[in-house]
């Protein structure tokens, strides 16, 4: 985790000198800006990290990646939030997403001794 915390606030300040260094002016967001990213920083950073080295240290890299999977079902559902109802092959698709996990996670049968 302490890795990835350096990477992180590397990244955050090396975009920052690019911000400095394009010439642009630069305005302070207001506050609905800030507090949306404040929940997108908390939300979608912080947790996901936490939450995806927990699943690795209970699962392992490879059956956690599997989850990988699940994005754009989650995206899709976050949309409907705002209004923005899936098509049908939105909803196919994240059936067939859930399930392909699904099978995935089930335990290995264990082969029967010849």
């Known amino acids: 985790m302490t890795n990835t915390s350096l ?41 996901f990290y936490l939450f995806w080295s927990i699943g690795i240290a209970h699962l392992g890299a490879g059956r956690t990646s599997l989850f990988l999977n699940l994005v754009p079902v989650f995206a899709m559902l976050l949309d409907t939030l705002v209004g923005i109802l899936p098509t049908a092959a939105q909803l196919v698709g ?14 290995r049968r264990q082969p029967a001794p010849a």
């Open 7 to 47: 990477v992180m606030a590397a990244g955050a300040i090396l975009l920052m000198l690019v911000a400095l260094g394009s010439g642009e002016p630069l305005a302070m967001p207001g506050g609905e800006t800030l507090a949306a990213l404040a929940i997108m920083v908390v939300g979608g950073t912080v947790l």
């Open 94 to 107: 994240g059936a067939l997403v859930i399930g392909g996990v699904t099978l995935a996670m089930l335990p």
